[in-house]
């Protein structure tokens, strides 16, 4: 049986473990299981599209929506993918800094902020897919084309759309706060 000074000192130790992790859980980081499923679904995706599809052979699957194997060196609507291969660095290390901004965010925000907190998981978790795939491979596989007619929008990711949709939502959620003011 521990000594009375010991017994108290490890429930001291353990209760300071466990304020630090509830304050964590009631944190925005108690949202990273989106963050997650955007990873999984993003890299399950690609590897399928990798393993199927031909690169630059359009798969029709509705008639404004083919699936399309594409490398991306550069960033969104292939930004600088004639470059010398220096962005490949650069973007890598962005999605990093962005990373680290995004969880010291979480870390500030309550966990009821449920808007918020999806918007940054999603952006999170698409600026680390396409980061994997810059490590990885040294570009971003890409696969979504829709396109109406002759007129093709740019080819994407799964990673690419949680971005936009994080970042479309931060944008309401900005402009909401900003009529309310006033």
Known sequence: MPSSSRYKKLI???LG???ISTKL????LAWLWITAIVLVVDRYSKMWVMQHLT???PLGILPFFNLTLAYNTGAAFSFLHTASGWQNG???GLAFIVSI???GWLVKQSWHSYWVNTALC???GGALGNAWDRMLYGYVVDFLSFHLGEWYFAIFNIADSAICVGAFMLFLHWARQNSRIR
Do not use: A, C, T
Not at 25 to 28: D, F, L, P, Q, V
């Open 25 to 28: 859980y009631k944190s925005g």
């Open 17 to 19: 473990i466990n304020m």
């Open 122 to 124: 999603l952006i999170l």
């Open 55 to 57: 690169y630059q052979e």
């Open 90 to 92: 650069f973007f890598s």
């Open 12 to 14: 001291i130790r353990h």
């Open 101 to 103: 901004v995004i969880l």
